[in-house]
């Protein structure tokens, strides 16, 4: 029988927010590169944008603060918003309005950034994630939360 992990608990103020692209940021909250998952708090900036990507697993969000939208798609999602995307859902995340925004993700596998035609340009995987937290920590001097490696 498979040990039960351990519970874990993270205050986020403790976990600096780490650059993923110009005016976009995420705090890891637990990163399981052996699953292929993580969830995270990402940050954007006013007029701010995810590039346009495709997940391989499904995702769940809840906006904790301002509102974003993704181009494909007739809806916002706004403070308090719940939202689940199923496994190969493709979009592009964008923040209007004057206000930064900030949503909780948990996703179930990996995300591939593609281009107009579809075709994949990168990949950002749990494994990814561990490895800009970690080079961003010690860049910065910050000691990792190490606890967050399920």
């Not at 205050?11 to 909250?29: C, M, R, S, Y």
Request: glycine share 10%; charged share 25%.
């Amino acid at each position: 029988m498979p040990a039960i992990p351990a519970d874990i608990h993270v205050d986020p103020e403790t976990i600096p927010w780490v650059p993923q692209a110009e005016g976009v940021w995420f705090k890891p909250l637990r990163i399981a590169p052996g699953a292929g998952t993580w969830t995270n708090l990402l940050r954007v900036s006013p007029a701010g944008m995810v590039n346009r990507h495709r997940h391989v697993g499904d995702v769940e969000a809840w906006v904790l603060r301002g509102s974003w939208r993704y181009v494909e798609h007739g809806w916002v999602a706004r403070a308090g918003s719940y939202v689940y995307e199923p496994a190969g859902d493709v979009h592009t995340l964008v923040v209007e309005g004057g206000e930064e925004m900030v949503t909780l993700f948990r996703l179930g596998g990996p995300m591939e950034y593609v281009d107009d035609a579809g075709t994949t340009v990168a990949v950002e995987t749990a494994a990814t994630k561990r490895d800009r937290y970690l080079d961003y920590c010690a860049a910065h001097g910050v000691e990792p939360r190490r606890e967050i490696f399920a």
